[in-house]
């Protein structure tokens, strides 16, 4: 536990029950290093669900809820933070009476689904003084944080160009009854679903790497069965940087396929999460570099990063773990870079719905053009 926290902070999750994949990681990473204590929930509107979630997460029987409003009206002082762990179309509805009644938020990506919630929601924004926090899980990584010293040095020259991928197989790959797509995830609506599901980690990504928003964009996508299962997505930078986004649920042998490629004039840096614990960095005289929590580095072997010795990984739920210990700092009053707002998450949704505009009118498009 943080050594600034007398109790670990209270939380409600709305949401994520023992049959929600996404819930499961949210309780375990919550738990790791004992900043949190998860107190009551409405876990699910299945009655039978709710009550299972209840016993497998050890919560008091009597501040187990049925529904939203009843959650608030006798939680919404107990508790330090509300987690929404809802499928995203529900996320709007939620937030709205989140923010009326004046607490504070995690929510898991994506905040909302379109760019119209995000102007109604703003207007109910005007009175809230509490915090939001948008859980994008993959900065999490103690490798993608030293990425991020690495290139603040500016020890490399000019970034030329980069390409952040997650490609997956979902759509297409035999799947067990555990794994099967969930049926909302399967129609797309004003933005497709795989722009939210996975296209908003690698918006997250490209902003904390780079820290510059693109010029202007172009995106083509591939459909099956109408439903939008692949995209890229070329983007323009005002420092004459060029980048690629590649998402993807129809490439089959990709299990979770996530790539950060970044050339620079001097070197290139590579990361791949297959080899999440080892950055790769190649220089011009053909030398190859590998930094991992064993060598001294900008921040990849601080002890918050270092559960246990290298040779024994720290992975998925470390990153999800880290994340949450970040957003306690945050919460105590340590501002902690690290951690997203709403702001931050609004502006992905303002991407997506300029590059579902470009593929529609195929051709390229300015930021401001919404």
């Known amino acids: 536990m943080l050594k600034e926290l007398k109790n670990p902070l209270r939380l409600s999750f709305i949401g994520g029950g023992i049959n929600s994949s996404i819930g499961k990681i949210h309780f375990m990473a919550s738990q790791l290093d004992k900043n949190f204590s998860i107190e009551s929930g409405f876990f699910s509107r299945d009655k039978k669900t709710n009550i299972e979630t209840q016993k497998q997460y050890n919560i008091n029987i009597n501040r187990i809820y049925n529904n939203l409003d009843n959650l608030l009206a006798n939680e919404g002082k107990k508790v330090d933070l509300f987690v929404v762990l809802a499928p995203t179309p529900n996320h709007y509805e939620i937030l709205k009476k989140l923010i009326l009644n004046n607490v ?39 490798a993608i944080r030293e990425i991020q010293q690495l290139i603040q040095s500016n020890k490399f020259g000019k970034l030329l160009n980069f390409k952040l991928q997650m490609a997956q197989e979902s ?18 609506h004003k933005i497709p679903n795989l722009f939210l599901d996975l296209g908003i980690h690698l918006f997250n990504l490209s902003n904390f790497l780079i820290n510059k928003t693109p010029d202007s964009v172009l995106c083509d996508v591939q459909k099956i069965k109408n439903l939008v299962t692949d995209s890229k997505i070329l983007l323009n930078y005002k420092m004459k940087t060029k980048g690629l986004l590649w998402i993807s649920k129809s490439s089959l042998g990709c299990r979770n396929d996530l790539r950060i490629e970044l050339f620079f004039e001097k070197c290139s840096i590579i990361w791949n999460h297959e080899e999440y614990e080892s950055i790769f960095i190649n220089y011009p005289d053909g030398i190859k570099k590998k930094i991992d929590r064993s060598v001294q580095s900008k921040l990849f072997n601080q002890s918050r990063y270092n559960r246990y010795r290298m040779g024994h990984p720290s992975g998925f739920i470390e990153a999800f773990s880290n994340m949450y210990e970040d957003i306690a700092k945050d919460f105590i009053k340590k501002k902690n870079k690290y951690v997203f707002d709403y702001n931050h998450a609004f502006k992905g949704i303002k991407f997506f719905t300029l590059c579902t505009k470009s593929y529609k009118e195929k051709k390229w498009l300015k930021n401001l053009e919404i």
Do not use: M, T
């Open 104 to 142: 504070n938020i995690i929510v898991e990506k994506p905040i909302l689904s379109n760019f119209d919630e995000v102007k109604k929601l703003k207007k109910y924004l005007k009175g809230y003084n509490k915090k939001i926090y948008v859980v994008h899980n993959y900065i999490g990584y103690p």
């Open 171 to 188: 759509f297409l790959r035999v799947q067990r009854k555990d794994q099967k797509v969930k049926i909302w995830r399967k129609h797309d």
